[in-house]
């Protein structure tokens, strides 16, 4: 059972321009959100999060914004660098429980020059 | 930021012996520390979460005499793989958590391991 899905495998974008990556999760008694991002043989690299009582957070050109009663969440990049390009994966945790992350399966993000 | 490492960041070991990783925290300290699997192509699989001086809490299917987690201080946490096999072959990940950092986990680089 996916409890967080992101249902676009990869994404293709092109320099400078904003690149989304969106995440659908069903157990709504997750309440606390995180968006990661990996380069392959590393450990995720945290980048920003965002608590259910907020619907949107800004750190530089990452944004998050969170849609509940759609369960519903994305991350927009502007403006998008080569830089970014990796695996973006979403997680999320039921703080009332043993703050456990439970992760989305991964987009690929390549931006392009 | 917050920073986590591990050790070994790869091994390559013979069928049936023991490998162990470690892994740090090295400015904060972690009430609560997380192992992670990752399968090629897969998102990270939670194996087990430790709080430090309490045995760890493993995820369903994890073989707990097989993993081995030791969270002996609020900075380190060892996974020991035991009677290593082919299929354990792997990459390992940490995280760390800190109760005065919120819900944040910080990932270490990760171990891939390889056996024989």
């Known amino acids: 059972d996916q409890q967080v899905k992101q249902n676009s495998p990869s994404l293709s974008v092109q320099e400078g321009r904003i690149s989304i990556l969106n995440c659908d999760y069903t157990?709504?008694?997750?309440?606390?959100f995180l968006w990661y991002k990996k380069y392959p043989a590393e450990g995720p690299t945290f980048l920003i999060s965002i608590s259910s009582i907020k619907d949107k957070n800004e750190d530089g050109r990452f944004t998050v914004f969170l849609n509940k009663s759609a369960k519903h969440l994305s991350l927009h990049i502007v403006p998008s660098q080569p830089g970014d390009s990796a695996v973006y994966f979403c997680?999320?945790?039921?703080?009332?429980?043993?703050?456990?992350?439970?992760f989305g399966t991964g987009t690929r993000l390549q931006v392009t020059l | 930021g917050a920073v986590v490492s591990q050790h070994p960041s790869r091994v390559i070991c013979k069928s049936g012996t023991s490998v162990k990783i470690e892994c740090r925290s090295l400015d904060f300290q972690a009430t609560t520390m997380f192992w992670y699997r990752q399968f090629p192509k897969q998102s990270l699989m939670l194996m087990a979460t430790?709080?430090?001086?309490?045995?760890?809490?493993?995820e369903q299917g994890v073989e707990k005499d097989k993993f081995l987690i030791n969270h002996a201080s609020l900075t380190l946490s060892t996974l020991t793989v035991t009677s290593a096999h082919p299929e354990d072959s792997s990459f390992y990940i940490c995280?760390?958590?800190?109760?005065?950092?919120?819900?944040?986990?910080?990932f270490g680089p990760g171990t891939r391991l390889l056996v024989l």
């Open positions: 995280s760390a958590r800190s109760g005065g950092r919120g819900e944040t986990q910080y």
């Open positions: 997680a999320a945790i039921n703080t009332g429980t043993a703050s456990k992350l439970t």
């Open positions: 430790s709080n430090e001086g309490s045995k760890a809490t493993y």
């Open positions: 157990n709504s008694m997750f309440d606390y």
